[in-house]
């Protein structure tokens, strides 16, 4: 063999070993079945952008429905690299994330595509310090959800004395306020909640209902863009800082205000396809609440706001109009 081949297989095998080294296999855990639209309309969507913006460089594999932790694990399972990537409801860990937890309280957000985008602008320079043991990539909140009931909810004494699965911390402690008994489950857990007569009524966006095999058990609905919950794509801190600078790169492209706006769109579609669904099943009862029913919830919910503020303190108002302008800015302002 001679010199000049010799050195050409050690170039290309250097220029493979490079290749190789920088190729980069993500696993990413959620709690959500396979089948769930923020599977197949988001995150797969995302990762085959990620594989073709970096010509196959970047994989992720995905763990789904509580493979590798529970749903209230996730933030931590991020933080500690159990998971590269988690798909986190920071709702479920009451009291953790107390600047966060504003949009989870109802009457702010109306859509969540430009919900999305607006939480993103006004949370990522939040989250390096209320987040700072993981990287922040993605808001996803659902499209507005509701009360979904065994029997009619109509006004906020209707919740006096039921116990209702809430979607997360801040919802819990509106049901608490207005006389019902939170049943804290997570969503893969809330049919059976239902079911088994733990819980007379739930908080969930409309297509979920079917989604989780509720629709079944909770025939009647309170037809109004009540609450959002933001689930986030979280990233292990060590995971991101190991990556080649240009995969990194590429990665950054992907946690972006517009990303999800864009990650968010094909839930929120799904979800409002439920209500329409129920209507025309015939089995369910939706119920409009008149202009003053609606603001009787907007009062019943104002204790949430004043207990936000207090809670965060000297910066709360600063904050809070923070929020409000981004969602204004991007049409999603109840």
């Not at 008149?290 to 965060?312: F, G, N, S, Y």
Request: aromatic share 10%; hydrophobic share 40%; proline share 7%.
């Amino acid at each position: 063999m001679s010199t000049r081949t010799i050195a050409a297989i050690a170039a290309t095998l250097c220029i493979t070993g490079t290749a190789q080294a920088q190729e980069v296999t993500l696993r990413l855990s959620h709690w959500l079945p396979p089948t769930h639209p923020v599977h197949t309309l988001g995150i797969e969507p995302w990762i085959q952008s990620l594989s073709e913006a970096s010509d196959g460089r970047i994989a992720v594999q995905v763990f789904p429905a509580q493979q590798l932790g529970a749903a209230p694990d996730h933030y931590d399972m991020a933080r500690d690299g159990i998971a590269d990537i988690t798909y986190t409801n920071p709702g479920y860990q009451a009291g953790r994330f107390p600047i966060y937890s504003l949009v989870e309280i109802p009457f702010h957000a109306n859509n969540a595509v430009g919900g999305a985008q607006a939480m993103h602008e006004w949370y990522a320079p939040i989250a390096e310090t209320e987040m700072s043991d993981v990287k922040f990539c993605i808001a996803n909140p659902h499209d507005p959800g509701t009360f979904h009931s065994k029997n009619p909810i109509k006004v906020p004494a209707d919740v006096s004395g039921l116990n209702v699965r809430p979607a997360h911390a801040t919802m819990a402690r509106f049901i608490s306020g207005l006389g019902g008994g939170p049943v804290q489950v997570p969503a893969p857990e809330a049919r059976e909640a239902i079911a088994n007569g733990t819980a007379d009524a739930i908080t969930f966006p409309w297509n979920s209902i079917y989604i989780f095999g509720i629709d079944s058990e909770t025939k009647y609905h309170l037809d109004m863009p009540f609450y959002i919950s933001a689930q986030l794509l979280l990233i292990n801190k060590d995971t991101y800082n190991g990556m080649p600078e240009d995969l990194r790169a590429i990665l950054d492209d992907h946690c972006t205000p517009e990303w999800s706006r864009k990650f968010s769109e094909g839930w929120a579609e799904n979800e409002a396809s439920g209500r329409q669904k129920m209507i025309d099943s015939g089995e369910h009862t939706l119920y409009e609440p008149t202009e003053e029913e609606v603001q009787m919830w907007r009062d019943a919910a104002q204790p949430l706001i004043d207990q936000w503020k207090t809670d965060v303190g000297a910066d709360a108002e600063t904050l809070y109009q923070g929020y409000v302008e981004a969602l204004e800015r991007h049409d999603s302002r109840f």
